[in-house]
């Protein structure tokens, strides 16, 4: 019995379709390596708009919002202000641009060592160690045998370059003193011959066919518009007498006049045997078809067409958002996995010659997609009221110490930008936790705390009696010393001690449950606006500073509603200063400072 071995194909055959066989016209489909040479590359770069753009945008991208130190804001400055000095920004973007380009170029870091050639010892770069950064190509930087030592730094990369310079002079440099930039990564050296060894692959290589088919298609589309209409005229026997060469050069000057005079007067003249019509070649579809083929080049150069061609989104309800963030997703990829990898060592080294020596210190790069000041305000918003309530009301019943809750959102406040200048502020004036607490917080965590013993001798009454009560409410000033001051600047000799707002005073009685609770337990009154002091009363012996507080005059007509009496033709908002005394208004300023009132106080009315 012979053994019989069966091969199987893992693919569809069709021998009436020719498909799956020797003689399908998708065999003679294949792929080779076509290096196009450096004559091509800048041929493309510097007379097509569409190669420049695929070269730069990228780099531009992933340059032009740069990154942010992470460290304390003395060294901050002395980073960036060495990175001024050596135009780090710039020689990276111009580096990155020529690498894409070419498929290879570097950044020398210029110490002022006697010999290159040796290795770059970050530890001995000083403050000023680096004197400068050049911009050097793969045309000029030829790259050394690829170092095959697995335990080497260098392995897979050329352990050595040689600098070609005028005369004929060559320098050999070692890889540490150099950031590459290497353009689009090869598949293997060894298999395509790349003629520049040590190097990458130019970004328009694998872009250039989908290139030059939308150029051809755009080229083609816009010769169809010098022939989009053509004038056709039937002379009798033109044919039979185009061997006369005098009938030829009649019929020249004639339809020279024709054109002529049709130019200028908008009237062709022909003679009564003369047929004339005029053709018109249709244009419609070529938009989308030269769409189309920009398409396939946004897509081969993996930049979104928004950005590659400067359109807003077309179809209904598109804006774009989605493709530009996968696009800046790309590009931070691109910054974290090629750009950061590729200048570790010569960030070290311009923090050492900035005389920063921190391993604490380091760097985020700046996000592309910028926050509108709406966006900004609501994250500022959200934020504070979440470290709000974690630290709770200021009593000592916190969930997370308030310590701890201030560090970490004023980390987060400086990251997300914010509150610009934040950092410097901290640095000036201290942490929260270095601080004792002012005579303003104190009051407001005993004014609080009082309203909740307030509150809980309510309930216990509310439980006992539920019956309606008539109903005082106050809100007290917690800044008390501020307006203290103005009041003794301003002549008054005997502050009322209380100072305080008054929201509702109802002899009626009324549920105190249906009241509700105030939207703020702290009420800050911004300085300025409205402001007037006022005597009233009986014989007008109270003193009082008029305000404007709309959140007080919709708490008051809240209660109102709900039953509350007011005996006073209208509600006005304002804080008794003094009673009794002679002071005389007229010549007395307004307090036109910020007003602090705790949480509201609920009383009986005081008959009598």
């Given at each position: 019995?012979?053994?019989?071995?069966?091969?199987?194909?893992?693919?569809?055959?069709?021998?009436?379709?020719?498909?799956?066989?020797?003689?399908?016209?998708?065999?003679?489909?294949?792929?080779?390596h076509?290096?196009?040479?450096?004559?091509?590359?800048?041929?493309?770069?510097?007379?097509?708009?569409?190669?420049?753009?695929?070269?730069?945008?990228?780099?531009?991208?992933?340059?032009?919002?740069?990154?942010d130190?992470q460290?304390?804001?003395?060294?901050?400055?002395?980073?960036?202000?060495?990175?001024?000095?050596?135009?780090?920004?710039?020689?990276?973007?111009?580096?990155a641009?020529?690498?894409?380009?070419?498929?290879?170029?570097?950044?020398?870091?210029g110490?002022?060592?006697?010999?290159?050639?040796l290795?770059?010892?970050?530890?001995?770069?000083?403050?000023?160690?680096?004197?400068?950064?050049?911009?050097?190509?793969?045309?000029?930087?030829?790259?050394?045998?690829?170092?095959?030592n697995?335990?080497?730094?260098?392995?897979?990369?050329?352990?050595s370059?040689?600098?070609?310079g005028?005369?004929?002079?060559?320098?050999e440099?070692?890889?540490?003193?150099?950031?590459?930039?290497?353009?689009?990564?090869?598949?293997?050296?060894?298999?395509?011959?790349?003629?520049?060894?040590?190097?990458?692959?130019?970004?328009?290589?694998?872009?250039?066919?989908?290139?030059?088919?939308?150029?051809?298609?755009?080229?083609?589309?816009?010769?169809?518009?010098?022939?989009?209409?053509?004038?056709?005229?039937?002379?009798?026997?033109?044919m039979?007498?185009?061997?006369?060469?005098?009938?030829?050069?009649?019929?020249?000057?004639?339809?020279?006049?024709?054109?002529?005079?049709?130019?200028?007067n908008?009237?062709?003249?022909?003679?009564?045997?003369?047929?004339?019509?005029?053709?018109?070649?249709?244009?419609?579809?070529?938009?989308?078809?030269?769409?189309?083929?920009?398409?396939?080049?946004?897509?081969?150069?993996?930049i979104?067409?928004?950005?590659?061609?400067?359109?807003?989104?077309?179809?209904?309800?598109?804006?774009?958002?989605?493709?530009?963030?996968?696009?800046?997703?790309?590009?931070?990829?691109?910054?974290?996995?090629?750009?950061?990898?590729?200048?570790?060592?010569?960030?070290?080294?311009?923090?050492?010659?900035?005389?920063?020596?921190?391993?604490?210190?380091?760097?985020?790069?700046?996000?592309?997609?910028?926050?509108?000041?709406?966006?900004?305000?609501?994250?500022?918003?959200?934020?504070?009221?979440?470290?709000?309530?974690?630290?709770?009301?200021?009593?000592?019943?916190?969930?997370?110490?308030?310590?701890?809750?201030?560090?970490?959102?004023v980390?987060?406040l400086?990251?997300?930008?914010?509150?610009?200048?934040?950092?410097?502020?901290?640095?000036?004036?201290?942490?929260?936790?270095?601080?004792?607490?002012?005579?303003?917080?104190?009051?407001?965590?005993?004014?609080?705390?009082?309203?909740?013993?307030?509150?809980?001798?309510?309930?216990?009454?509310?439980?006992?009696?539920?019956?309606?009560?008539?109903?005082?409410?106050?809100?007290?000033?917690?800044?008390?010393?501020?307006?203290?001051?103005?009041?003794?600047?301003?002549?008054?000799?005997?502050?009322?001690?209380?100072?305080?707002?008054?929201?509702?005073?109802?002899?009626?009685?009324?549920?105190?449950?249906?009241?509700?609770?105030?939207?703020?337990?702290?009420?800050e009154?911004?300085?300025?606006?409205?402001?007037?002091?006022e005597?009233?009363?009986?014989?007008?012996?109270?003193?009082?500073?008029?305000?404007?507080?709309?959140?007080?005059?919709?708490?008051?007509?809240?209660?109102?509603?709900?039953?509350?009496?007011?005996?006073?033709?209208?509600?006005?908002p304002?804080?008794?200063?003094?009673?009794?005394?002679?002071?005389?208004?007229?010549?007395?300023?307004?307090?036109?400072?910020?007003?602090?009132?705790?949480?509201?106080?609920?009383?009986?009315?005081?008959?009598?």
């Amino acid at each position: 019995m012979s053994n019989v071995i069966a091969f199987v194909r893992d693919s569809l055959t069709s021998l009436v379709s020719r498909m799956g066989t020797e003689r399908d016209k998708a065999a003679t489909t294949f792929y080779t390596h076509a290096v196009m040479t450096d004559e091509q590359l800048i041929a493309a770069y510097s007379s097509s708009w569409l190669p420049r753009k695929i070269v730069d945008i990228p780099a531009l991208d992933a340059c032009r919002k740069w990154r942010d130190w992470q460290a304390k804001k003395a060294q901050i400055e002395a980073i960036e202000e060495e990175e001024k000095r050596l135009n780090v920004k710039g020689k990276v973007l111009e580096a990155a641009k020529k690498g894409r380009l070419f498929g290879g170029a570097a950044l020398y870091i210029g110490t002022g060592e006697a010999n290159p050639a040796l290795p770059l010892d970050v530890e001995r770069v000083g403050k000023g160690g680096i004197r400068y950064l050049n911009v050097i190509t793969r045309r000029q930087l030829s790259a050394g045998e690829i170092d095959r030592n697995p335990e080497s730094e260098w392995y897979g990369r050329p352990g050595s370059y040689t600098l070609s310079g005028a005369n004929g002079m060559q320098i050999e440099i070692h890889p540490s003193r150099l950031v590459l930039f290497t353009g689009a990564m090869p598949a293997d050296d060894e298999i395509t011959g790349n003629p520049w060894q040590g190097w990458g692959d130019s970004v328009l290589q694998s872009t250039l066919d989908a290139i030059k088919n939308a150029d051809s298609t755009a080229g083609n589309i816009a010769s169809l518009v010098f022939e989009a209409k053509i004038d056709i005229i039937r002379i009798p026997d033109f044919m039979a007498n185009l061997n006369n060469e005098a009938y030829r050069s009649k019929i020249l000057e004639r339809y020279s006049l024709a054109n002529m005079s049709k130019g200028i007067n908008g009237t062709l003249l022909l003679d009564k045997e003369e047929e004339y019509e005029t053709k018109s070649a249709s244009l419609a579809g070529l938009t989308d078809i030269l769409m189309a083929f920009m398409q396939i080049v946004s897509g081969a150069a993996d930049i979104p067409v928004t950005r590659l061609l400067g359109q807003s989104p077309a179809g209904m309800n598109a804006t774009g958002a989605s493709d530009m963030k996968n696009y800046h997703d790309r590009i931070q990829s691109m910054q974290e996995l090629e750009l950061q990898p590729a200048m570790r060592r010569l960030d070290e080294c311009i923090e050492r010659s900035a005389g920063v020596v921190d391993p604490d210190v380091y760097y985020r790069w700046s996000p592309l997609e910028q926050m509108s000041e709406k966006e900004r305000a609501e994250i500022f918003k959200t934020t504070a009221d979440a470290a709000r309530q974690l630290v709770g009301t200021g009593t000592g019943q916190e969930i997370v110490p308030r310590e701890a809750v201030s560090d970490a959102l004023v980390n987060r406040l400086v990251e997300d930008g914010v509150l610009p200048g934040l950092d410097a502020a901290i640095e000036e004036y201290g942490k929260l936790s270095e601080q004792e607490p002012s005579e303003e917080e104190q009051a407001a965590a005993a004014a609080t705390q009082a309203a909740n013993n307030n509150n809980v001798t309510r309930m216990q009454q509310a439980a006992n009696d539920a019956a309606p009560r008539t109903l005082y409410v106050r809100r007290d000033v917690l800044n008390r010393a501020d307006i203290l001051a103005w009041a003794k600047e301003q002549g008054f000799t005997d502050v009322v001690p209380d100072l305080h707002v008054t929201v509702i005073h109802s002899r009626t009685p009324v549920d105190w449950f249906e009241m509700g609770e105030s939207w703020s337990p702290r009420l800050e009154i911004s300085a300025g606006g409205p402001r007037q002091m006022e005597a009233f009363g009986q014989d007008d012996n109270y003193c009082a500073l008029l305000i404007v507080a709309n959140e007080l005059k919709w708490r008051h007509e809240a209660m109102v509603e709900q039953g509350a009496s007011w005996d006073w033709p209208e509600y006005q908002p304002h804080i008794t200063i003094q009673v009794g005394g002679e002071v005389d208004l007229t010549k007395v300023t307004p307090y036109q400072g910020k007003i602090i009132l705790g949480p509201e106080i609920f009383e009986e009315v005081r008959m009598g």
